[in-house]
């Protein structure tokens, strides 16, 4: 059974700060992944998405990685602001179509 | 605005009443999934339909649930008798029809069941 894990649950930084949010899956057999962005009570944004055939995506100050045969992926967000505060999910296409998702890191990016 | 929307935005019942949530997709979307999110977990998958087909449901989605999407355009959740369990956010997302595609996902429906 697919399982997704995100470390830290929570991260709160100084803005300016260039900061790194870990995800973990445990079954490389994955279609995608995508990294999404969630304001407190609205829905999500999808932010990148990379296919299991690519190593990385990027987007403005966003770069996204993917390592399958480890099953990790880094979400680098340059020179944080304080609109980036937010709870940041990354979620895997698994084999049977389905999005498996992690329970998010909640980051603060203090002014 | 072209995106996905979801009516009601909030609603709040009485356990064993029966609720109904709508779902309307970005037009060309054939593919619609309806998720649950409790605080501080990522989304669970419910069901999904291609088109007016429904061609998915996971084990969440008890008897009391029921999903439809008549004409391929807009969809319906219903919960039946709900129960204080069920207090979630249900979130509706749509995407092309390649299953590997981006999903797009509406702003949700928060339910409160007391």
């Known amino acids: 059974k697919q399982e997704v894990t995100q470390i830290p649950a929570a991260l709160s930084v100084p803005e300016g700060e260039n900061l790194v949010l870990n995800c973990s899956f445990t079954d490389s057999a994955i279609y995608n992944l995508q990294w999404f962005r969630q304001d407190p009570g609205k829905g999500l944004t999808s932010l990148l998405l990379i296919q299991s055939s690519q190593r990385e995506q990027t987007s403005g100050r966003l770069n996204a990685s993917l390592d399958k045969s480890s099953g990790r992926s880094t979400l680098y967000i340059a020179a944080s602001q304080p609109g980036d505060s937010a709870t940041y999910l990354c979620?895997?296409?698994?084999?049977?179509?389905?999005?498996?998702w992690g329970a998010g890191t909640k980051l603060i990016i203090k002014p | 605005d072209t995106g996905v929307s979801q009516n009601p935005r909030h609603k709040i019942t009485k356990r064993g009443q029966n609720v109904t949530f709508r779902c309307d997709p970005i037009?060309?979307?054939?593919?619609l999934y309806w998720y649950r999110q409790t605080l501080g977990q990522g989304p669970e998958f419910l069901t999904y339909?291609?088109?007016?087909?429904?061609?998915?449901k996971s084990r969440l989605l008890s008897d009391r649930f029921s999903a439809e999407r008549p004409k391929g355009s807009f969809s319906t959740l219903e919960i039946q008798r709900t129960e204080q369990g069920d207090s979630a956010m249900y979130l509706c997302?749509?995407?092309?029809?390649?299953?590997?595609?981006?999903?797009?996902f509406g702003p949700g429906t928060r339910l409160l069941v007391l």
């Open positions: 037009s060309e979307h054939n593919r």
């Open positions: 997302a749509s995407s092309l029809s390649s299953l590997s595609e981006t999903q797009y």
């Open positions: 339909f291609q088109n007016e087909a429904q061609l998915e």
């Open positions: 979620a895997v296409l698994d084999s049977n179509y389905q999005l498996i």
